[in-house]
């Protein structure tokens, strides 16, 4: 698997997958009723895991799996984690490890150090500074990996802390953007996008518009589409005319799109998978012939 993560992204994307990401985060309370009713809570996630990768992976380029839902089960549940990125790995999956870590000196490196093993990007808090983010982009010059920072998140209250404004009237998630597009300066070819991407939810498409011009060099991860409300013609703003520069992910809308007495849930989930695809596919196409008529008007 050589290349760094913005090239392996783009040579799929070049075969003709769609720019998305599937989010695996298992809840218990969701599971099929059928998959392994005896077993232990983590045993079932891990079933369920490795029964949904096949059926999703030819549809996606990468999952984004959230630590935290294997983390609540202690070592054994971090164990699925390792497993779930292995098996994904080896289907030439990229892995987003999902762990919104941010910290600095010998504990940021001891984070990347593990998570960037395990996964080929991982979110990051940028609330400490470069000091936080530093440790993961040198382990990230060392594997090819990425990083995506927290800039705009998808969820209501997001606007507490994010849109709140500067003496100059910059908003806080704005100063974040440009200390992104800072950190990625000098990193990855000068053409193209870099290691240093971003978190900007699809729920809040105006300011998508507006990080994604502030950020010209970040891959963006795009949350927020689904059970969130947001639609994938609100994910546009964070494309190039290539297709390239975004990352949609979709979580619930895939592994829960089922009732959990539902006895078909694989072949559920492989058909919501390939329909997201399509979608995006088609969202893209859409978007394109949009451009190319104001080019001439």
Request: hydrophobic share 45%; proline share 7%.
């Given at each position: 698997m050589g290349g760094t993560f913005v090239s392996r992204l783009r040579s799929k994307l070049d075969r003709g997958m769609p720019p998305v990401c599937v989010g695996f985060d298992p809840?218990?309370?969701?599971?099929?009723?059928?998959?392994?009713?005896?077993?232990?809570?983590?045993?079932?996630?891990?079933?369920?895991?490795?029964?949904?990768?096949?059926?999703?992976?030819?549809?996606?380029?990468?999952?984004?799996?959230?630590?935290?839902?294997?983390e609540r089960y202690g070592s054994t549940g971090f164990a699925a984690y390792e497993d779930l990125c292995q098996r994904a790995r080896a289907l030439d999956l990229l892995v987003v490890g999902d762990v919104k870590r941010g910290d600095i000196g010998p504990t940021a490196v001891a984070y990347a150090d593990i998570h960037l093993d395990l996964a080929d990007a991982v979110t990051l808090h940028p609330f400490l500074g470069r000091d936080g983010v530093a440790p993961f982009l040198e382990r990230c010059q060392e594997t090819g990996g990425a990083v995506f920072v927290l800039v705009r998140t998808s969820n209501p209250s997001a606007v507490e802390l994010q849109a709140e404004r500067l003496a100059d009237g910059t908003e806080v998630s704005e100063l974040v953007a440009a200390r992104v597009h800072a950190w990625?300066?000098?990193?990855?070819?000068?053409?193209?996008?870099g290691p240093v991407g971003a978190v900007v939810g699809a729920t809040y498409p105006r300011q998508l518009a507006q990080l994604r011009r502030a950020m010209p060099r970040a891959l963006i991860l795009v949350p927020g589409v689904g059970a969130q409300g947001a639609t994938l013609p609100d994910t546009m703003a964070a494309f190039d005319h290539e297709g390239m520069g975004g990352l949609v992910n979709q979580s619930r809308g895939i592994l829960q799109c089922f009732a959990p007495t539902d006895r078909n849930w694989l072949a559920r989930i492989a058909a919501a998978a390939q329909a997201f695809a399509a979608d995006m596919t088609g969202a893209l196409h859409t978007a394109r012939e949009e451009r190319a008529r104001e080019g001439r008007a």
């Amino acid at each position: 698997m050589g290349g760094t993560f913005v090239s392996r992204l783009r040579s799929k994307l070049d075969r003709g997958m769609p720019p998305v990401c599937v989010g695996f985060d298992p809840r218990l309370d969701a599971l099929p009723d059928d998959l392994l009713p005896q077993g232990s809570p983590v045993e079932r996630i891990a079933t369920f895991c490795r029964e949904v990768l096949p059926a999703v992976a030819p549809h996606t380029p990468a999952i984004k799996p959230n630590v935290a839902f294997f983390e609540r089960y202690g070592s054994t549940g971090f164990a699925a984690y390792e497993d779930l990125c292995q098996r994904a790995r080896a289907l030439d999956l990229l892995v987003v490890g999902d762990v919104k870590r941010g910290d600095i000196g010998p504990t940021a490196v001891a984070y990347a150090d593990i998570h960037l093993d395990l996964a080929d990007a991982v979110t990051l808090h940028p609330f400490l500074g470069r000091d936080g983010v530093a440790p993961f982009l040198e382990r990230c010059q060392e594997t090819g990996g990425a990083v995506f920072v927290l800039v705009r998140t998808s969820n209501p209250s997001a606007v507490e802390l994010q849109a709140e404004r500067l003496a100059d009237g910059t908003e806080v998630s704005e100063l974040v953007a440009a200390r992104v597009h800072a950190w990625g300066e000098g990193l990855g070819p000068a053409d193209d996008y870099g290691p240093v991407g971003a978190v900007v939810g699809a729920t809040y498409p105006r300011q998508l518009a507006q990080l994604r011009r502030a950020m010209p060099r970040a891959l963006i991860l795009v949350p927020g589409v689904g059970a969130q409300g947001a639609t994938l013609p609100d994910t546009m703003a964070a494309f190039d005319h290539e297709g390239m520069g975004g990352l949609v992910n979709q979580s619930r809308g895939i592994l829960q799109c089922f009732a959990p007495t539902d006895r078909n849930w694989l072949a559920r989930i492989a058909a919501a998978a390939q329909a997201f695809a399509a979608d995006m596919t088609g969202a893209l196409h859409t978007a394109r012939e949009e451009r190319a008529r104001e080019g001439r008007a």
